[in-house]
């Protein structure tokens, strides 16, 4: 009998690692989907911030990159445009099992408005130790306090994320 569950074991095991690949590979996809909005938002002279709301199937939903500076408004963030343009498409502000990926820690307010949204899980690339709000200044998507929380994945693809914005803020300061 032994062998027997040493054999379902080592199957378990390979099998969750397969998983795990594949759900690995599935966040690195859709990262660099996200970074390619930051490039796009560099080009336009934007902060190169890039994200992409995939729903429980795996489904893109929505996606944008910051635009700030464009329609001169505060609220131009990549996470905000993003969540307004899925809740208009859904006609729901609920975001119920959605995954946001977005190359950087997001800030105060679209923590709030991830909450608000019902966000299930954010995958962010670079910290932003001057104001995220997911792990770096601040923790609200676990805070028990509230009535909901997301699960954060921080640090996903951070090299290549935090390098975008480094050239970025490099090429302000020529």
């Not at 590979?25 to 990262?31: N, P, R, T």
């Not at 905000?80 to 990926?101: G, N, Q, V």
């Not at 962010?124 to 994945?153: C, M, T």
Request: charged share 25%; hydrophobic share 40%; aromatic share 6%.
């Amino acid at each position: 009998m032994t062998w027997i569950t040493n054999y379902v074991d080592t199957l378990q095991h390979k099998v969750g690692l397969r998983i795990m690949n594949a759900l690995r590979q599935d966040d690195e996809f859709w990262m660099k989907m996200a970074l390619k909005l930051a490039e796009k938002a560099a080009r336009a002279d934007e902060v190169p911030v890039g994200a992409v709301l995939i729903d429980s199937q795996g489904q893109k939903v929505s996606e944008g990159h910051n635009l700030r500076e464009q329609l001169q408004t505060s609220i131009g963030h990549a996470e905000i445009l993003t969540l307004h343009r899925a809740s208009k498409l859904k006609k729901s502000w609920r975001l119920l099992d959605m995954t946001l990926y977005v190359t950087l820690e997001p800030c105060l307010m679209c923590a709030g408005a991830l909450l608000q949204s019902r966000i299930k899980k954010v995958v962010f690339g670079a910290y932003d130790p001057k104001g995220g709000a997911l792990g770096s200044l601040y923790n609200v998507a676990q805070d028990k306090r509230l009535n909901h929380q997301i699960e954060v994945i921080g640090g996903f693809m951070e090299k290549e994320c935090s390098q975008l914005l480094k050239n970025f803020f490099k090429s302000k300061r020529i």
